[in-house]
């Protein structure tokens, strides 16, 4: 079954760093390219970064020059590493396994739905989530 678990979130200061990571099982990312979504309270569901097979990455505006994204695939992870956090980097950030979700028949059920980023994207693997709180 494929699952995504997500850690590293917590509480910084602005200017502060984290490093998020996101371990998957289930797949490998020869099956999937990778993403990390964010979830502000009153805010819709917004794609921060992702990283394909190919080794090409995409970054949202807003995190251009702050956050870089990486995956190990010898330990099936996907990083995040925030750096120079703003207030409104807070949120709830999800890893996502993108369209993956497109073939249930080999992959299985989701057993995370992403919250509302789910609801957005049906066709991605979520994992439960993991917060961001960023204080000035």
């Known amino acids: 079954e494929v699952q995504l678990v997500e850690s590293g979130g917590g509480s910084v200061q602005v200017g502060g760093s984290l490093r998020l990571a996101c371990l998957v099982s289930?797949?490998?990312?020869?099956?999937?390219?990778m993403g990390w979504y964010r979830q502000h309270p009153g805010s819709p569901c917004e794609l921060v970064s992702t990283?394909?097979?190919?080794?090409?990455?995409y970054y949202a505006d807003s995190v251009k020059g702050r956050f870089t994204i990486s995956q190990d695939n010898a330990r099936n992870t996907v990083y995040l590493q925030m750096n120079s956090l703003l207030p409104e980097d807070a949120g709830v950030y999800y890893c996502?396994?993108?369209?993956?979700?497109?073939?249930?028949?080999?992959?299985?059920?989701?057993?995370?739905?992403?919250?509302?980023?789910?609801?957005?994207?049906?066709?991605?693997?979520w994992g439960q989530g993991t917060h961001v709180m960023v204080s000035s």
């Open positions: 996502a396994a993108l369209y993956l979700a497109k073939d249930l028949s080999t992959f299985g059920e989701r057993l995370s739905d992403g919250g509302e980023c789910g609801l957005a994207f049906e066709d991605n693997y």
């Open positions: 289930g797949f490998t990312f020869d099956d999937s390219d």
């Open positions: 990283i394909h097979d190919d080794g090409t990455t």
